[in-house]
């Protein structure tokens, strides 16, 4: 994926080049994933409206996120929002307790790390400190949990599906979709996006692995901001979390591993759960592959 330098924004990369399984590449500047845009300077808008010919913003977060960090509008570029969860996760009837504890803290992690001079960051902060300082609290396990939600929620699954949809039915220019920190939510639609283009699976981990998704100025803050010299056991404590904010391959092999287990393969998972049959696939193989 190729790093497009933005002033504002983090982590945008252009997924074009990437080769599939059958030797086709990935059109450049056609399908674009990021960090969230509110920092947006006025050359960084012009480079995506001019350069990189977006004409679709496609925004995966929250309705609080949103509402505090809104995307700027563009000339020439429509904005939907697509949240992947809803922030709303009290709905019984959406997450069980378990699956609302895990996305909240999630949730706040996100907030922090995207954040870092919000004022309303204290009390994010104090919940993701009381859980990583939990005894035999588990970081791996904690974004396996998290990938395994994303699996198996019907929500987030119908919120995947409309995600495809407005890939099938572009018409013209490039779409741009992100999360907050364009990592985890903008990632497990990047990954499954190039596995239905028919990127093998091991390169797309290998992708996620080569791809710094934080920047480590950021991630050594939230450390800090979390673990400060002044708890104690900063150190250990820093190193857990860490594994929260830094670099994360294992969890999109977590992520593909989840599928398989409960729908035998992501084929089987993108035609059951998400509804992307033969036809819409060769449809985004039309549009976003070439010879």
Known sequence: MEKISLQGVKNARDLGGIRTADGKVIRKKHLIKSGQLFGATPQDMQTLRDEYQVKLIVDLRTQT??????????????????????????????????????????????????????????????????????????????????????????VIQKQIKQFFSLLVNRRGGAVLWHCGAGKDRSGICCALLLYALGVPKADIIEYYAATEESSEDAVEYILEKLFPASVPGNDRYQEIARKIFGKKTCYIEAFFNAIEKDY????????????????????LKTLYLKP
């Not at 995307?71 to 996760?89: A, M």
């Not at 035998?264 to 449809?283: C, F, G, M, P, T």
Request: proline share 5%.
């Open 264 to 283: 035998i393969s992501v084929d089987n998972y993108l035609q059951k759960a998400v509804e992307l049959h033969v036809d819409n696939i060769v449809r």
């Open 65 to 154: 996120e949103r509402t505090r960090y809104p995307d700027p509008e563009i000339r020439g570029i429509s904005n939907i929002w697509n949240p992947i969860f809803k922030e709303d996760i009290q709905g019984a009837s959406v997450f069980t307790p378990g699956e609302k504890e895990i996305l909240e803290k999630h949730l706040k992690a996100l907030f922090i790390l995207n954040h870092c001079s919000d004022k309303m960051e204290d009390a994010a902060v104090e919940a993701v400190r009381e859980m990583v300082q939990k005894e035999q609290f588990d970081p791996e396990a904690y974004m396996a949990r998290i990938y395994h939600k994303f699996v198996n929620n019907q």
